[in-house]
């Protein structure tokens, strides 16, 4: 079974938010929806150190996705790949998904009054390519494939930084 | 190249000073994408914000299309269309006028940080006219002072964006800066360093995205640069942990400086910066063991009143610990052999004969920035701007500039005043900015994306930022414009000979004329590197009289400044001005960059706005709660000798120390078409100062290490 993914180190990630604009530049999104989105969390003190972190948050592409389950129309569906992706010409608006979804991830498009999502850039994924958030980002900081190989690549590095 | 076809095409990126390279996507010659270009040498496929959304910029639909004269009032925004040759034609005769009614001083031109082929084109203009009144119009609180500070102690410049080898480090030291925001690529060159084990550490009074993934972040209090510094120096030399070798054969005012040093122990450094001593001992013997370490400086220690002499310490820091052109340490360039640098024009061979460069505004008073023997020789702004209200020393009457002076530069009411009094002013630009506002005639400037021009980078390459698309509408090339308009003047592009007959077409070819290649060879897309040599002084010594590094700086003795670097308290502080500070609470930093803007550009462009839509200004939680005033309030900012009040929109962030409050800075409203596009609403520049007190070599007035006052009240 393959599960395409994203998975982020967010050790890795400084906030730049070439991610943000990236994907809008892909998705031809105007102001508005923000597939990916750069959140500052912080600065907090931890263990008496003033500690910030950057998060982005986008769809999770989750394996039981709540959207699709709370989708009235039948305008979300996961794929065999594992992408959840969201049929526009299906959508109404209802704007249900957004209630349902824990992350926030869809979002509704003040241009076209329908949800839009993350689609982990399935037309660049058809061609070869990596999403377009992957591309832009300076650090790599954001890994696209299947979940089990990034789960492997993962435990290797966790394995190395406890070595050292 | 590529002009109406469709593809994609190679160039060299300018929505910023650093140069990455892009792929541009062409679809029926119009731009439909940009990309990170990965082939590119140094930032290999890495873009950011400003980059990608730099198709937003191009086909603005604000974007300046035509050149435009004004029919209303001065800031009235009522506007002409005229053709090139009308608009020329004004202009050329009104500076003719002006030359001979008052002399060619008093004809002055400029040009900002703007990334764009301005620099050369404003230059070439008093040039050719014989004008010294010339400047990058920031440079005597952004750029200058290291470069004074540089010139006199290793006669060359090493802490620039560019010039730091992080890539082969084992600790970057970041004064100052916030290179994610700023200079990505630099950030993501000192993230690898980091994965492989090098030490990051970060001077900055706020928690900047940089100094969150730093080991080390020392918060000092704002205009305390060289006290740190000095702390730092101190322990190393105490200690003996310097370069011994590299002290001993190349360095003149070791004893002296150490004197210096000796009186500012951790201890008085930390009382004075507000970091711990231990962290200062810390810090100093983590760099100085570190070998090879580098340091990354920027404007957080340009922009306080003490900015020459701090940087002249941090220079002192660099010299003494070894880390001067080693692989891994801070460079001077090695460029193909034989090419032009980019500014190769401020280089004395180049300049005005010293009896009209002693006429130059400010050359008198900081004969380090404006005289003959200043190492770039540049008008001190506010001098100039004041010039132009009392006529003295002499009227400024003209100018001719490619920037947002209104919006950057420090006291905005004065600078509007000022410009109001000139009988011409000719701004070349891509959008209407309320400096626009105020001219004559605004002229329509090409981006990067519809021009030819040679680039040459860090550290050791040159190649072609390629035209991809036609100009829209009608917008030209600006070097382009000053020839049209010294045409017209019966003038020649520039005074030297060489260049007058290559003409501005040729200016690629002149720059490369002793490489051997044409700019046709490079126009392909080739990199052509020099070889990467460290170490250069051994062959040639170091530029400074001496031939050695000048701890003990003979310049500045000879120019009658302090030999040896020391800490001034800023002018106004609560250790300076008690009284003051009691009405005036805040310790006041303004400027620290976002990663949307490049200085006042790119307000309008929507992808950029989406990321930072409102003018900041960050407040530390606890101190917010006892003036009510809670995240995303919108309050007033008063200064003590700024007049009026503007607003910003509280952010609270305990990033900052409950003293200190940071405004954002460059604000305007691109999207109010009202004259004055909301100038004088949001911008901290209307609060900021252009009198004196001013730093005594570079004529600096601060603008981090003020004074102010915030309380609630203010509305949308």
Partial sequence: MVELSLLIHTDLCFGCQACEVACKQENHLGVGPRWIRVIEAGPKEIGGELKMSYIPIRCLHCAKPVCEQTCPTGAIHKRIDGIVVLNADLCTGCKACIEACPFGAPQLNPETKVVGKCTLCVHRIDKGLEPACVAACPTRAIHFGDINRLTELKRKDSANSIFW | MGKNNNGIFSSICQACHMSCGILAHVTDGKITKIEGDSEHPWSQGMICPKGIAYQQVVYHPDRLLHPLMRVGERGENKWQRVSWDEALNHIALKLLEVKEKYGPESIAACCGGNPRRSMPATRFLTESIGSPNWAYSDAFYCWGPHVIAENATYGGRITSDTNIDSCNSECILVWGGNPVHTHTVVARDIMRARARGAKIVVVDPRLTATASKAHIWLQLRPGTDAALALGILNVIMTEGIYDKEFVRRWCTGFEELKGRALSYPPEKASEITGVRAEDIKK???????????????????????????????????????????????????????????????????????????????????????????????????????????????????????ANNLCVSLPNTREICEALKHLDLLVIYELFMTPTAELADFVLPAATYLEIDELIDRYPNYITARRKIIEPVGECWDELKITDEIVKRMRLKFTPWPELQARGWQGYEDFRLKETGLT???????????????????????????????????????????????????????????????????FILITGGRTIAYFHSLGHQVPWLRELVPDPLIEIHPDEAAKLGISDGDWVWVETPRGKGRIKQKAKLTRALHPKVVHSVAHWWYPERFTPDHGLWESNINVLTYSDPPYEPICGTCAMRGLLCKIYKGAEV
């Fill in chain 2, 283 to 401: 810090v100093a013997r983590l760099y100085a063991k570190a070998k090879p370490a580098c340091l990354y400086l920027r404007v957080g220690n340009e922009l306080i009143f003490n900015s020459t002499q701090s940087s002249r310490a941090i220079a002192c820091l660099i010299a003494i610990t070894g880390n001067i052109d080693v692989k891994g340490g801070n460079l001077f360039p090695c460029l193909p052999k034989g090419t032009m640098g980019r500014m190769f024009y401020v280089k004395k061979e180049w300049r005005l004969p010293d009896e009209i460069e002693e006429k130059r505004i400010g050359a008198k008073e900081f004969p380090l920035l404006s005289g003959p023997r200043a190492p770039f020789g540049l008008f001190h702004t506010p001098l100039l701007i004041k010039a132009m209200l009392t006529e003295k020393p002499y009227p400024i009457k003209a100018l001719i500039a």
């Fill in chain 2, 519 to 585: 700019f046709k060879d490079i126009k392909t897309g080739e990199y052509v590197f020099g070889p990467m040599e460290y170490k250069k002084y051994e062959k040639n010594g170091f530029g400074t009289p001496s031939g050695k590094v000048e701890l003990y700086s003979s310049i500045f003795k000879e120019f009658g400044y302090d030999p040896l670097p020391h800490h001034v308290e800023p002018f106004e502080s609560p250790t300076s001005t008690p009284e003051l500070a009691k009405q005036y609470p």
